[in-house]
């Protein structure tokens, strides 16, 4: 392959390979039924950047290229003209069958020079040459995109819904005593029932997470796909895997013990009885504030999804959890509560919980990038605050699965 065709192959898988990301980032709002946030906005205005760039060094080389076959063509049909005028014989020789071989063979032996000059040329040796003989002329082209097994989703972040980080320390109000209304005690003029409101602070300050990478400036010039990219890209996962596993953590630490799902396998009436007494723990603390849902970890799939499989049977307590849907992310749903899987999530459990009992509060800072000359190097970050806020723990219900 010409050098020209080999740069334009690149090119063009790059620029594909910046499509599929962007595509994804939009397939994955749209499975979790949300715009695109600050991160991914700032990805694909980086790819799309990437794109626009590659496709300008494009043009000149495609031009480039069919002037040269045009060339080429020209050239070809010029050769044949002037072998034919000056009476050469044909470079190579392909009989069309055994019969014109014998034929060109015996008027070789009558004395016709034409057909001995075409066996001779039909039974010249040739040097035979292959790709071992000219390793340093093929290249090694490298097919991509990238193969990274990363999961960037953060199901029970979403679920939440992040607020703005207001300041590096805040606190939310909340009510730890209502006030109480009686029936008047008999007679009238009897003292009512009085009660005062107390109101405490729930604090919370911010935390930092990121990480960094120092690339040489020779792996940005000539790495394909771009480096740089790929390694903003990576570091932007670690931060959404690592603040999803904080958020879990964070509920986890403040749940409440629920019903066990019992040793042996599970059934459906057992995972049943586990959620409704989840869902009135839930109720009785948070008055029903917020909406419910579930987030398991990946080790519970095998578990629960023979229990409910997606057959939509009738009078079933579920419509069947989707396997196809392993990935983070909504599963399905048992008795009308969303089930979600996370890898967060701790091994053999469920946390069952309410909107109204957490919350996470998240400033993205996102890439930052310095140089340094004296190296030629770059050094890249990524980074975010994020803190999670447990405003109920007794709206969060801890099921688990006794082995």
């Known amino acids: 392959m010409p050098q020209t065709d080999q740069i334009l192959a690149q090119y063009a898988s790059e620029i594909d390979q910046r499509q599929n990301f962007i595509d994804k980032l939009i397939a994955d709002a749209?499975?979790?039924?949300?715009?695109?946030?600050?991160?991914?906005?700032?990805?694909?205005?980086?790819?799309?950047?990437?794109?626009?760039?590659?496709?300008?060094?494009?043009?000149?080389l495609i031009e480039a290229r069919r002037v040269s076959e045009t060339s080429s063509s020209r050239l070809a049909e010029l050769a044949v003209y002037l072998r034919g005028a000056q009476g050469q014989p044909p470079a190579a020789v392909e009989y069309?069958?055994?019969?014109?071989?014998?034929?060109?063979?015996?008027?070789?032996?009558?004395?016709?020079?034409?057909?001995?000059?075409r066996q001779e040329l039909y039974h010249r040796a040739a040097s035979h040459q292959t790709t071992g003989d000219n390793p340093g002329l093929i290249p090694t082209p490298i097919v991509a995109p990238v193969i990274s097994f990363i999961d960037t989703n953060r199901p029970t972040v979403t679920q939440l819904g992040p607020k703005n980080?207001?300041?590096?320390?805040?606190?939310?109000?909340?009510?730890?005593?209502?006030?109480?209304?009686?029936?008047?005690?008999?007679?009238?003029?009897?003292?009512?029932?009085?009660?005062?409101?107390?109101?405490?602070?729930?604090?919370?300050?911010?935390?930092t997470y990121g990480g960094y990478v120092n690339i040489s400036r020779q792996n940005v010039d000539f790495s394909v796909p771009g480096i740089m990219d790929l390694v903003i890209t990576d570091l932007a996962g670690q931060y959404a895997i690592q603040t999803e596993a904080a958020a879990v953590a964070a509920a986890d630490a403040a749940s409440v013990a629920g019903?066990?799902?019992?040793?042996?396998?599970?059934t459906a009436a057992a995972v049943q009885t586990s959620l409704w007494d989840a869902v009135s723990k839930i109720y009785t603390d948070s008055k029903g504030v917020g909406r419910i849902f579930a987030v398991t970890g990946p080790d519970m799939l095998p578990i629960l999804g023979p229990v409910f499989p997606p057959v939509n049977p009738m009078?079933?307590?579920?419509?069947?959890?989707?396997?196809?849907?392993?990935?983070?992310?909504?599963?399905?749903?048992?008795?009308?509560?969303?089930?979600?899987?996370?890898?967060?999530?701790?091994?053999?459990?469920?946390?069952?919980?309410?909107?109204?009992?957490?919350?996470?509060?998240?400033?993205?800072?996102?890439?930052?990038?310095?140089?340094?000359?004296?190296?030629?190097?770059?050094?890249?970050?990524?980074?975010?605050?994020?803190?999670?806020?447990?405003?109920?723990?007794?709206?969060?219900?801890?099921?688990?699965?006794?082995?």
């Open 96 to 117: 069309r069958s055994a019969g014109d071989y014998v034929i060109d063979q015996w008027k070789a032996q009558l004395g016709d020079r034409e057909a001995a000059q």
């Open 165 to 207: 980080m207001p300041s590096q320390s805040w606190s939310r109000p909340k009510v730890t005593q209502h006030t109480s209304v009686a029936v008047q005690p008999t007679g009238e003029k009897n003292e009512l029932v009085s009660q005062k409101m107390t109101i405490t602070k729930l604090a919370a300050t911010a935390q």
């Open 259 to 266: 019903i066990a799902i019992p040793t042996g396998a599970a």
């Open 315 to 403: 009078n079933a307590y579920s419509q069947g959890l989707e396997a196809a849907s392993m990935g983070s992310g909504l599963v399905g749903a048992i008795s009308g509560i969303p089930l979600y899987v996370s890898p967060g999530v701790g091994t053999l459990r469920m946390l069952v919980l309410s909107t109204a009992a957490l919350e996470v509060f998240e400033q993205r800072v996102g890439a930052l990038q310095v140089v340094e000359p004296s190296v030629l190097g770059i050094q890249v970050a990524y980074a975010g605050y994020f803190t999670p806020l447990v405003i109920s723990g007794p709206s969060i219900v801890k099921i688990v699965k006794t082995p």
């Open 30 to 60: 749209q499975s979790e039924g949300r715009d695109l946030n600050d991160q991914e906005m700032e990805l694909i205005g980086k790819a799309r950047d990437v794109m626009v760039r590659t496709n300008s060094q494009i043009e000149p």
